[in-house]
């Protein structure tokens, strides 16, 4: 999908200096046409595949049975969200004041005014840190836990040698069950056009395969004409030609099978069940369905593309989704990247969305009982520099150094802040943590064994864990 490479400002000085015909051949033949649904391959054939799980849930851990991972694409500011520094000269604190949450010694942003009373269910890490200031590769390590196949560059696109996202890892080993994805992506697959490699690696299969690409939902589910693409029929297909079609199918393996035993054919046929069976799942259909929300639970989300995926990840988790990843749209405004009018985009953009959603999600989960069970996430690639740049609209630049991320939910003990900053936000004080080893915790949470490893396609096995998760966050 091409996506114009229009922004209101797009200034990223990173990216300038990191660049650099028989009749068996005809019944053996795919026929994913005839279902209308060649979207859905990758997700049926994960379903089929399933999963082992080589030692789930014996060595301590979290609670975790799902998490919704709220990736915020571009890498929010730590001084003006969650570890602001009231104390530090005018040209690093800002224009935020700090307001007052229920855990003692917790402040954050000013502009946080939904989210702040809910801190107590809320894990603050404030010693994130890398050296990696480049968007693309940093999503990666972050993403799956591991560094990617060329670290510190804006200029290598996703491949099948990167480490699977963290999502596809999980459905390999929890896969889902009643007909749902193991794992869903949306509104896109985080890209960003001033970067050469375009979009970010490791948010797919990798070295898994195509078969644990998460199911993309793509579009903005806020509007009303929006539906779910992978599970609309192919124009003209109707549920009648469908089930037409279906008859047809199952005409041909009746000749296939007359041909003897051929796996690839089996595996073939199980997977244009499971499309026809997910085309025609009320059950299904229902989970994607926001249409069955109250108009006062859309508004506490937020009628936007945001707050209305999050929305939607809350349904899909609740009906059975293991793993559901929201990446900050597409805005064509530099997304969470504010190396110039850093402050006004927090206040009128970025922050009012990301507070709503994520105060309404965690009010629901706890509500309805699934938080204990649910790890939520929220955290960017990197942070922003101290140094106000006053020449660039007051923004900041990159600034992988220390930054902030959040977890709730799953087993996570609330109102924690586990690390700390220097007196700017620089550099971390105590306990640094690594991307490597907040992927690790992710792990921790839904008590995935250290020991865990699984096999690439040739076989060869790879460790989960590349780091060490907090142990100090559960209880």
Same mark, same amino acid.
């Given at each position: 999908?091409?996506?114009?490479?229009?922004?209101?400002?797009?200034?990223?000085?990173?990216?300038?200096?990191?660049?650099?015909?028989?009749?068996?051949?005809?019944?053996?033949?795919?026929?994913?046409?005839?279902?209308?649904?060649?979207?859905?391959?990758?997700?049926?054939?994960?379903?089929?595949?399933?999963?082992?799980?080589?030692?789930?849930?014996?060595?301590?851990?979290?609670?975790? #049975?799902?998490?919704?991972?709220?990736?915020?694409?571009?890498?929010?500011?730590? =001084?003006?969200?969650?570890?602001? #520094?009231?104390?530090?000269?005018?040209? %690093?604190?800002?224009?935020?004041?700090?307001?007052?949450?229920? %855990?003692?010694?917790?402040?954050?942003?000013?502009?946080?005014?939904?989210?702040?009373?809910?801190? !107590? #269910?809320v894990a603050v890490v404030r010693s994130l840190t890398h050296d990696d200031p480049a968007h693309l590769s940093s999503a990666h390590t972050l993403l799956t836990g591991h560094l990617p196949p060329v670290n510190k560059s804006d200029a290598e696109?996703?491949?099948?040698?990167?480490?699977?996202?963290?999502?596809?890892?999980?459905?390999?080993?929890?896969?889902?069950?009643?007909?749902?994805?193991?794992?869903?992506?949306?509104?896109?697959?985080?890209?960003?056009?001033?970067?050469?490699?375009?979009?970010?690696?490791?948010?797919?299969?990798?070295?898994?395969?195509?078969?644990?690409?998460?199911?993309?939902?793509?579009?903005?589910?806020?509007?009303?004409?929006?539906?779910?693409?992978?599970?609309?029929?192919? +124009?003209?297909?109707?549920?009648?030609?469908?089930?037409?079609?279906?008859?047809?199918?199952?005409?041909?393996?009746?000749?296939?099978?007359?041909?003897? +035993?051929?796996?690839?054919?089996?595996?073939?046929?199980?997977?244009?069940?499971?499309?026809?069976? =997910?085309?025609?799942?009320?059950? %299904?259909?229902?989970?994607?369905?926001?249409?069955?929300?109250?108009?006062?639970?859309? !508004?506490?989300y937020g009628r936007n593309i945001h707050g209305q995926c999050v929305l939607l990840a809350r349904r899909l988790v609740e009906h059975g989704v293991p793993f559901v990843s929201v990446n900050w749209h597409q805005d064509r405004r530099n997304f969470?990247?504010?190396?110039?009018?850093?402050?006004?985009?927090?206040?009128?953009?970025?922050?009012?969305?990301?507070?709503?959603? =994520?105060?309404?999600?965690?009010? !629901?989960?706890?509500?309805?009982?699934?938080?204990?069970e649910t790890l939520v996430v929220w955290v960017g690639e990197f942070g922003r520099r101290p140094q106000i740049d006053k020449n660039n609209q007051a923004g900041r630049d990159h600034h992988p150094f220390c930054y902030s991320g959040l977890l709730?939910?799953?087993? %996570?003990?609330?109102?924690?802040?586990?690390?700390?900053?220097?007196?700017?936000?620089?550099?971390?004080? +105590?306990?640094?943590?690594?991307?490597?080893?907040?992927?690790?915790?992710?792990?921790?949470?839904?008590?995935?064994?250290?020991?865990?490893?699984?096999?690439?396609?040739?076989?060869?096995?790879?460790?989960?864990?590349?780091?060490?998760?907090?142990?100090?966050?559960?209880?």
């Amino acid at each position: 999908m091409s996506l114009p490479i229009r922004f209101d400002r797009l200034n990223c000085p990173e990216f300038s200096r990191l660049s650099g015909c028989s009749r068996r051949s005809v019944l053996s033949a795919g026929t994913w046409g005839l279902l209308g649904a060649s979207g859905l391959a990758p997700y049926v054939r994960s379903l089929q595949a399933g999963g082992v799980s080589p030692v789930l849930g014996g060595s301590g851990g979290g609670r975790a #049975k799902r998490c919704i991972f709220l990736f915020m694409w571009g890498g929010p500011s730590q =001084l003006d969200t969650f570890d602001m #520094k009231p104390g530090a000269p005018a040209e %690093v604190r800002g224009e935020f004041a700090p307001i007052a949450t229920p %855990v003692p010694g917790l402040q954050i942003c000013e502009h946080f005014q939904q989210l702040a009373p809910l801190m !107590d #269910k809320v894990a603050v890490v404030r010693s994130l840190t890398h050296d990696d200031p480049a968007h693309l590769s940093s999503a990666h390590t972050l993403l799956t836990g591991h560094l990617p196949p060329v670290n510190k560059s804006d200029a290598e696109p996703p491949s099948e040698r990167d480490t699977p996202h963290l999502g596809a890892m999980m459905s390999r080993l929890r896969p889902a069950t009643g007909g749902l994805p193991p794992f869903i992506t949306m509104p896109w697959l985080a890209l960003h056009p001033a970067a050469p490699g375009g979009r970010a690696p490791g948010q797919h299969g990798g070295w898994l395969g195509r078969s644990y690409d998460p199911l993309l939902l793509e579009g903005d589910p806020s509007r009303p004409d929006w539906k779910v693409p992978a599970l609309a029929l192919s +124009e003209g297909v109707t549920a009648g030609r469908l089930e037409n079609r279906h008859r047809l199918l199952e005409v041909i393996e009746l000749q296939q099978r007359s041909l003897g +035993e051929n796996p690839i054919v089996a595996d073939v046929g199980g997977q244009q069940q499971q499309a026809f069976g =997910l085309l025609t799942s009320p059950s %299904v259909r229902q989970a994607f369905d926001l249409d069955q929300e109250s108009n006062e639970d859309r !508004d506490r989300y937020g009628r936007n593309i945001h707050g209305q995926c999050v929305l939607l990840a809350r349904r899909l988790v609740e009906h059975g989704v293991p793993f559901v990843s929201v990446n900050w749209h597409q805005d064509r405004r530099n997304f969470w990247d504010t190396h110039g009018n850093n402050f006004n985009r927090l206040r009128d953009d970025l922050i009012p969305p990301a507070d709503r959603a =994520l105060a309404a999600l965690l009010t !629901d989960l706890d509500v309805r009982g699934l938080l204990d069970e649910t790890l939520v996430v929220w955290v960017g690639e990197f942070g922003r520099r101290p140094q106000i740049d006053k020449n660039n609209q007051a923004g900041r630049d990159h600034h992988p150094f220390c930054y902030s991320g959040l977890l709730a939910g799953g087993g %996570v003990r609330g109102g924690a802040i586990y690390g700390r900053s220097d007196a700017l936000a620089s550099r971390p004080a +105590e306990n640094p943590v690594s991307p490597h080893d907040f992927a690790a915790t992710i792990l921790h949470a839904h008590s995935v064994d250290p020991s865990t490893t699984l096999p690439d396609r040739t076989g060869r096995p790879h460790h989960l864990y590349s780091g060490r998760p907090i142990v100090d966050l559960f209880g």
